[in-house]
């Protein structure tokens, strides 16, 4: 996976930069799952890495959601 790439337009270097995104962040993207990660090509640094950060979120709490809500429950109750 490739983070940061180099394309040449017009004889300029534009760099781009991959970002892990979260499906609900495209307004124009008709996926019917919204919960689902696809790669985003931005042409900022910062927002990539805004955008990745916010995806591996994502990630892990698709992977680990049973888990959280479980411990949120026994979290909860009162001590006997």
Not at 38 to 53: L, M, P, W, Y
Request: proline fraction near 2%.
């Amino acid at each position: 996976f490739t983070f940061e790439a180099s394309h040449k337009v017009t004889g300029v270097v534009v760099k781009q930069y991959q970002a892990l995104v979260p499906t609900k962040a495209f307004a124009d993207l008709e996926a019917k799952d919204e919960s689902g990660i696809v790669i985003q090509t931005f042409n900022d640094q910062a927002e990539a890495i805004k955008q990745h950060r916010e995806g591996i979120i994502r990630l892990v709490h698709m992977q680990l959601g049973d888990l959280v809500r479980q411990l949120k429950k026994q979290i909860s109750k009162p001590l006997a």
